[in-house]
């Protein structure tokens, strides 16, 4: 395999499409890339119309909640101070008219972050799991969110 050849195959490919279907689950729709999952609700109620989760698998993955403001502030706020691997504060970003404030951490073989924002009335926060913020598949993903009344 040539020089260039390899260096070709073996860069992220950031500008990829992220396809698949959209769903609606509570007050959230959203993108479903092919070959993932919409899980509804939690662990403790599968039928909770405040949480859901698109998964790619149990590492990657990302969690959307709708909470009360405290539990938001407060929540964020422990993760932010127990997710400490090369953490670092993000500026607030507007992705389909939704303002996010939050963070990454982790590394190239493990990222995350953590987000909140007020959307429609409600306090959202989205947990991340095996992709950065700045991943073609968090792009798609926060920017096919719509939340509902």
Request: with cysteine.
């Amino acid at each position: 395999m040539s020089e260039a050849a390899e260096e070709e195959s073996s860069a992220p490919d950031e500008s990829r499409e992220i396809t698949g279907t959209t769903e609606t689950w509570g007050v959230y729709t959203l993108l479903v890339p092919e070959g993932w999952e919409l899980r509804k609700g939690d662990v403790f109620d599968d039928q909770s119309p405040d949480y859901c989760s698109v998964k790619k698998s149990d590492f990657s993955y990302f969690d959307f909640k709708n909470e009360k403001e405290e539990t938001q502030k407060s929540k964020y706020e422990y993760n932010h101070k127990t997710y400490t691997l090369d953490q670092k504060d993000l500026p607030a970003t507007t992705i389909a008219g939704i303002e996010w404030n939050g963070f990454e951490y982790g590394d190239s073989f493990v990222p995350g972050f953590e987000l909140y924002a007020t959307a429609n009335g409600k306090f959202i926060r989205v947990s991340c799991a095996g992709f950065s913020f700045n991943s073609p598949e968090a792009q798609a993903i926060l920017g096919s969110l719509k939340i509902g009344d």
